[in-house]
Structures are given as structure tokens and as C-alpha cells.
């Protein structure tokens, strides 16, 4: 199949659909390349709709459907793959693995338009953080779920494998492109569990919201206690989304910074370090200030 007739074979997928097994299973390449199309679609999208949202926005919300409905045919294309899989340590290659981080990239991006903030246009620690502390928090809603899944999976990999292991032995699994999805990772959960934070206040967590909760408040605990000394301090209150909030973000910079080979690595594990303390010195803030009465 050539690459347009692929691509519009899962553009025009539905979601209670499925690929027929008669259909050639693409390469690992192939389903990268595709992977990178939607991803160019999506992006697209909100550059072509963007000035022109109707007030309900209703012609964009169709359009993420449409791009839900494509990354849903596109992972059943790369489940049925026999070089599919979520190990790092994979023998067939790393592309498998890459492309999964990419989906989650895509999900991401559906949620958030991070690309229109350009957060790396300075490639400055400062401004990085900066640009990154004006990323208005997410609004909660079911919608969101498949984004948060993949990034806390994504997060989950690398510190069930050991976060010093992964920083200072493992760091060809973290390229260039792994540490871009890694900061779309920490950015988009940190801004939902700032969201989620704030809702408690007025209505309880629902039962997936529990669950995702609860499940990053064990990945985070396990990544701060796995090296020889803790991260840092054991907080209060462990479920506390705004601290976990900010310690998603500790992790991933920790995580990124371990590797030394792209100069452009580094600064955006600083810039992720940076906003990760301001978000910290807030949350601390927050704790210690007397309640008004």
C-alpha cells in the first residue's frame, strides 16, 4: 500500500472499526512514518481552525474526533505488528518503542496545543521554565483520560527500570526525541493534576480520576525514593495532586538530564528543573500560609 492510500485508510477509520486482517500489517518504519502524518494532521488542524473557531468550537471538536478515531486504527495497526512492543530493551529496535511514545505525543496534543506556545524557541533554562509557567492549567473532562494514561505510562517505564539507572546507564533510550515526548509528558500531567487540585476543592474526584490519581502517587513515590538518597522530602499528604503536580516534573527532568550527548537535552532538563522549583516554592507556600478567617 503507498503511503497516501494508507493514510487515508486510517483517517477515515471509525472507531468501532478494525482493520481488516486482510490488510498488509505495515513495517514498524511504515507505522512510524504514518504516525508522524497524523501528528502533522493534527497540528494542522489547529492552524487552520484556530482563527476561525466557531463559539461553540464545535468544528474542532469534530476534527479531534476525526483524529481520535485515526489513532485508535493506527494502534491496532501497530499491535498486530509482531515487532510491537512497550520494552525499552527491545530486540527488534527502538522504533516500536519510540512510535509508542509518539502516540501518546499525539494524544497530548489534542489536549493541549503545546506547539503554539514554542516553548524551546529561546533554548534558555529561564525562559523555558517561564513560557512553561504561563500554560494555562487543563480543563478537566473525560476527554483528557487517554492523553494522562500514556503519559503516566510513559513515566512508569523509566522508574520501574530505576531513575539513576535510567539517567546515568540507560540514557541511549532517552534521545532526542524521547526527550521531547518526555516534556510534553511532564508538562500536560503537571497542568492537569494543577487542575484536578483546584476541583477538589468544589467536587470530588470521580472514579477514574481516583484511579489515575492513585497511580501516579505510586509511580512518584517509587521514583523518589529509587536512588541511593531520596529526591527529595516525603510530603504530608502523598496524594496531593499539587504536589504530585510538580514531582512528575522532578522526575522527568532528573530523567532527561542524565543524558549528556545533546547539548539541547540538557537545557530542557534544566528548564524543566527550574519550573518544577518555582511550582514547589508555590506549593509550599501555599502549605505554610495561614488559613483566613
Known amino acids: 500500500m503507498l503511503f497516501q492510500d494508507a493514510l487515508c485508510h486510517i483517517m477515515k477509520s471509525h472507531r468501532e472499526s478494525h482493520p481488516p486482517d486482510s490488510q498488509p500489517v505495515p513495517s514498524p518504519l511504515a507505522n512510524y512514518i504514518l504516525l508522524h502524518a497524523v501528528i502533522q494532521k493534527i497540528i494542522l488542524t489547529y492552524h487552520a481552525l484556530g482563527p476561525y473557531n466557531d463559539v461553540d468550537q464545535s468544528l474542532t471538536t469534530g476534527q479531534k474526533e476525526i483524529m481520535r478515531n485515526a489513532l485508535h486504527a493506527w494502534t491496532s495497526l501497530w499491535?498486530?505488528?509482531?515487532?510491537?512492543?512497550?520494552?525499552?530493551?527491545?530486540?527488534?529496535?527502538?522504533?516500536?518503542?519510540?512510535?509508542?511514545?509518539?502516540?501518546?505525543v499525539a494524544y497530548v496534543r489534542l489536549g493541549l496545543d503545546l506547539g503554539s506556545y514554542k516553548i524551546l524557541r529561546y533554548r534558555d533554562p529561564e525562559q523555558i521554565a517561564n513560557q512553561l509557567l504561563q500554560i494555562p492549567r487543563l480543563p478537566a473532562g473525560p476527554h483528557l483520560l487517554p492523553a494522562i494514561?500514556?503519559?503516566?505510562?510513559?513515566?512508569?517505564?523509566?522508574?520501574?527500570?530505576?531513575?539513576n539507572f535510567v539517567a546515568q546507564s540507560h540514557a541511549f533510550v532517552w534521545n532526542v526525541q524521547h526527550s521531547l515526548c518526555a516534556l510534553e509528558f511532564a508538562v500536560f500531567l503537571s497542568k492537569w493534576l494543577f487542575c484536578i487540585s483546584d476541583c477538589q476543592t468544589r467536587m470530588p474526584l470521580d472514579e477514574q480520576e481516583t484511579r489515575l490519581v492513585s497511580w501516579i502517587s505510586d509511580i512518584v513515590e517509587e521514583g523518589r525514593t529509587s536512588g541511593d538518597d531520596d529526591f527529595w522530602s516525603r510530603p504530608s499528604h502523598q496524594s496531593d495532586c499539587a504536589?504530585?503536580?510538580?514531582?512528575?516534573?522532578?522526575?522527568?527532568?532528573?530523567?532527561?538530564?542524565?543524558?549528556?550527548k545533546w547539548s539541547l537535552i540538557r537545557v530542557i532538563g534544566d528548564g524543566l528543573d527550574i519550573y518544577a522549583d518555582t511550582c514547589e516554592q508555590r506549593y509550599v507556600h501555599a502549605q505554610t500560609s495561614p488559613v483566613p478567617t
Do not use: C, M
Open 149 to 163: 494514561l500514556h503519559a503516566t505510562h510513559a513515566l512508569s517505564i523509566p522508574v520501574k527500570l530505576g531513575v
Open 79 to 104: 499491535q498486530r505488528a509482531p515487532e510491537s512492543s512497550l520494552d525499552p530493551r527491545n530486540p527488534n529496535g527502538p522504533v516500536t518503542f519510540t512510535s509508542a511514545a509518539l502516540l501518546g
Open 243 to 260: 504536589y504530585l503536580g510538580f514531582a512528575v516534573v522532578k522526575l522527568w527532568a532528573r530523567l532527561i538530564r542524565g543524558n549528556e
